[in-house]
Nanobody, 124 residues
Framework: QVQLVESGGGLVQAGDSLRLSCAAS????????MGWFRQAPGKEREFVAG????????YFGDSVKGRSTISRDNAKNTVYLQMSSLKPEDAAVYYC?????????????????WGQGTQVTVSS
């Protein structure tokens, strides 16, 4: 069982930057592919970014590409999502997800564990 706890959300202004963190309670964190998703009210959960086990490969959704970074610290069992130039349309609940087998995927159902989410609100 893997428990994921997101933090770092809050209210920011358009144009600001934000760093989200996701702490995992598992001994073998480095064996999991990690992803970030977001879900706005009335919309489907959307892939934001993913990172492979070693951290050497990353992939981003089109909506955040070029203004986001995903990284991980396997010694701290933590994955991060750094977002800049935030827009009102970035407002959503952001979820961290872990995948035991396989590489980065944008498909929600292919992740095995999910956090409770952290709210990001962007004021214009």
């Amino acid at each position: 069982q893997v428990q994921l706890v997101e933090s770092g959300g809050g209210l920011v202004q358009a144009g600001d930057s934000l760093r989200l963190s996701c702490a995992a309670s598992v001994r073998t964190f480095s064996s999991y592919t990690m992803g970030w998703f977001r879900q706005a009210p009335g919309k489907e959960r959307e892939f934001v970014a993913g990172i492979n086990r070693s951290g050497g490969i990353t992939y981003f959704g089109d909506s955040v590409k070029g203004r986001s970074t995903i990284s991980r610290d396997n010694a701290k069992n933590t994955v991060y999502l750094q977002m800049s130039s935030l827009k009102p349309e970035d407002a959503a609940v952001y979820y961290c997800a872990a995948r035991k087998y396989g590489g980065i995927t944008t498909t929600v159902d292919e992740y095995d564990y999910w956090g409770q989410g952290t709210q990001v609100t962007v004021s214009s």
